[in-house]
């Protein structure tokens, strides 16, 4: 596919509020869904058999997904996956619908091909995305039949209303309705955009709360539903060491890392400084992101040993990005923001990439 979306981004988006854009942008891709132009699409930009990957009992069409963050309600997962991804994971999603912080609360530096965000969970509650995600798996059924269909993930989050000391409760609420439709679980402590809630990725909280969820999770689904944790790029060696503990203490299947980033001076930035401190504050996605996400997945793989998944994300653009990944431990990986700059064509440039540097 020719590379257009650049420039059209540059003069349709550029000037736009970025929420608007983005909403804008996810409209017309389920608008394609429903003219029936994404099921066309989907037989030019179905992975190559060659990208199948086993991960958690799972199997996922690329190695290659989209994060948590652009379809908070599951409103477009068939379209999205008809692009190329070999997996969606929605959300961030809470226990009770929240409006998220006040707007305007996504920004672009657009130099530094990265976003900053303070959303703040913004989502209609586990009630109203449920019955969403039950009919996506219905509209895979009918298109993929015995085939391999693309794997939906589900993130779930604290709802910001609800106290910390009640935040296990929260997180149960989404997963008593969430977990039945839950390819996999996220468990999200990583966001640092609801007050306290990073709190929760020390030991003490977090393994009770993963515990918990994660039997939970099961005994509603009536099967082992694959349970992760997403963990912030800021934790200290000593915090990310804690976490990996957990993995094989509480039979976690693996880790998300990274999530935004709170960090600024350190990252390089090539924006204005004034245009980065007009964004203020939130968390930072992007190119900017990838040495450090990079660092934590090589510290994590060996920290955890061979077999625990790791879904690295965090500053992935290209194909030979995804494959650096890969090489350095990571059993999937996940983009987003480069989505947002890129188009709906960049998933399968990714992908037809992919094979060729897994084949060579």
Same mark, same amino acid.
């Given at each position: 596919?020719?590379?257009?979306?650049?420039?059209?981004?540059?003069?349709?988006?550029?000037?736009?509020?970025?929420?608007?854009?983005?909403?804008?942008?996810?409209?017309?891709?389920?608008?394609?869904?429903?003219?029936?132009?994404?099921?066309?699409?989907?037989?030019?930009?179905?992975?190559?058999?060659?990208l199948e990957t086993r991960a958690m009992g799972l199997t996922f069409p690329s190695p290659f997904g989209l994060a948590a963050g652009f379809d908070k309600g599951a409103t477009g997962v068939v379209a999205l996956t008809d692009l190329g991804f070999g997996h969606v994971e929605v959300g961030t999603v809470t226990g009770r619908a929240q409006p998220g912080n006040p707007a305007p609360r996504l920004f672009r530096l657009v130099e530094d091909r990265a976003v900053v965000n303070r959303m703040g969970f913004n989502n209609d509650g586990a009630a109203a995305v449920g019955p969403r995600l039950a009919a996506a798996h219905a509209d895979f059924d009918d298109q993929y039949g015995s085939g391999t269909r693309p794997v939906v993930g589900v993130n779930i989050g604290k709802t910001k209303a609800v106290p910390l000391e009640d935040a296990t409760e929260d997180y149960l609420v989404s997963t008593r309705t969430l977990a039945p439709q839950a390819d996999y679980l996220v468990v999200n402590v990583s966001s640092p955009n609801t007050p306290?809630? &990073?709190?929760?990725?020390?030991?003490?909280?977090? %393994? *009770?709360? $993963?515990?918990?969820?994660?039997? /939970?999770?099961?005994?509603?689904?009536? &099967?082992?539903?694959?349970?992760?944790?997403?963990? %912030? *790029?800021? $934790?200290?060696?000593?915090?990310? /060491?804690?976490?990996?503990?957990?993995?094989?203490?509480?039979?976690?299947?693996?880790?998300? %890392?990274?999530?935004?980033?709170?960090?600024r001076e350190s990252l390089g930035l090539v924006s204005d400084p004034s245009s980065v401190y007009a964004c203020g504050e939130g968390g930072l996605s992007g190119a900017p992101l990838a040495p450090r996400s990079l660092e934590v997945l090589r510290s994590l793989r060996g920290l955890l040993g061979p077999e625990p998944t790791i879904i690295s994300v965090g500053g992935v653009s290209t194909a030979e990005d995804v494959h650096e990944r890969l090489r350095n431990g990571a059993t999937l990986v996940q983009g987003y923001t480069a989505f947002l700059y890129e188009g709906p064509f960049w998933v399968s440039r990714i992908n037809r990439g992919l094979k060729k540097l897994m084949a060579g």
């Open positions: 596919m020719p590379r257009i979306y650049p420039a059209f981004f540059k003069i349709a988006f550029s000037g736009m509020d970025a929420e608007r854009a983005h909403h804008l942008g996810f409209s017309g891709i389920k608008a394609s869904k429903r003219s029936g132009a994404s099921r066309a699409l989907r037989a030019v930009a179905r992975p190559d058999r060659s306290g809630l &990073r709190t929760l990725q020390a030991r003490e909280s977090l %393994a *009770p709360l $993963l515990e918990a969820v994660g039997k /939970e999770a099961d005994r509603v689904a009536g &099967r082992h539903v694959p349970l992760l944790v997403k963990i %912030a *790029p800021d $934790l200290t060696d000593g915090q990310l /060491e804690e976490i990996a503990g957990l993995v094989p203490e509480l039979g976690l299947d693996g880790v998300i %890392a990274t999530n935004t980033t709170i960090e």
